[in-house]
């Protein structure tokens, strides 16, 4: 009778956790991709990018200028409050900051493969209007931009509080699921960095809450040749753009 009562009660854990994970498998694009705080859009997109039978819709400031600078946001930025910010903080350059697929007023829906490509293409419409095309990427951002640099020209690369793998990070929250077989939306930058060959500055928030440093370490370790590290003092996840340094450090470096 207890042997009977264990094997039931084995099988009943085994049925919870499969289904915890079932659930954590379906449900990883919702926790990967937050665009729900974009959706109230109250500046009018001036930028359209056509890709894949997809139209990207997003702004683009200080229009002219022979330099250019992709801007890709976090998981659940709203990018087109950065628009004041990077405008007058890197005069110099023309910044195109388009919405991913299912944010702000793009249409589509995100995934890894298809933000890549689609960053792909908008370095594609941009390059030949300008000198020379920069890219920043914040968080999520980062992997799509470090897959950018390792396959386009980029001028420079900027990563603002990365990691080196989604897949590692989640490893971390969840030690107890096996993610590196569920997970599909894997942003492993790790494997992209050595490809890319142009200067490249990581900016890490010293008191980041999301992104474990441990992990903005490796990703900078993965790169061929050294990135600049600006560690901002004091700084979390969502509140690095408000420090000087941060700042600073942007503008020396793009200039």
Known sequence: MFVRGVLVLAVLCLVIYGGLCLSLYLGQRQQVYRPEATWPVRQAPDFELRHDGVTLRGWVVN???????LYFGGNGERIEDSRAELAHGLPDRTIYLVAYRGYGASEGQPGEAALVG????????VSPHHQAVAVLGRSLGSGVAVQLAAQRP??????VTPFDSLVRVAAGYFPWVPV???MRERFESWRYAS???CPVLVIQAEQDEVIPAARTRALVSAFGQPPVLQVVADAGHNTIQDYADYRVSLDRFLR
């Open 195 to 197: 490809a890319v060959h």
């Open 63 to 69: 229009p002219g200028r022979s330099k250019a600078l």
């Open 154 to 159: 980029v001028e420079r690369l900027v990563l």
């Open 180 to 182: 590196n077989a569920l």
């Open 118 to 125: 689609d960053a792909m293409a908008l370095f594609d419409q």
